[in-house]
């Protein structure tokens, strides 16, 4: 559902891997803080805290093994995130 | 787990919603192309295709029903994405 479905209609054999990245607990997110704030005024009441995140959405040709998945978790690491400040998951839609 | 046991240290009556912005399918991602080319440097063949989109993280207060839902939905779609341009899901983390 949602972003998976919209490249659904890439072709039947991908796989598609989300890595989602976001600031560490303990960063500051202002963009977030500003959300919160404009939140209020639109009148959504009750929310304690907004991060803002990255979402990076893979189309892979094939299956996703776990020498792929290992690949795909290092690079998460590595190019996707800045292991600094960010933590990420990744997970495999079905 | 991920972004959602991040915020699970804030309180137990916390509800998570997740609101997930991503191009739609036919606004071209010239970031995401970006990545593609770079992840094909560092290793990673197989890639058709990278999509970046954006990830909010929502802490509510009490328990998220139905209209704090709708709500929500409609924040989605007038603040935290633009929609001529771009696609939202909302999940309500466990």
Do not use: C
């Amino acid at each position: 559902m949602g972003v998976g479905s919209i490249h659904a209609s890439l072709g039947e054999t991908m796989a598609i891997v989300v890595v989602d990245v976001a600031l560490k607990p303990e960063i500051l997110d202002p963009q977030g803080r500003a959300i919160v704030g404009a939140l209020g005024r639109v009148g959504l009441s009750g929310v304690a805290d907004v991060r803002q995140g990255k979402q990076f959405v893979l189309n892979i040709d094939g299956d996703v093994d776990e020498a792929k998945l290992a690949q795909i978790h290092e690079i998460a690491e590595t190019l996707l995130s800045n292991p600094v400040i960010e933590d990420f998951t990744v997970q495999v839609r079905p």
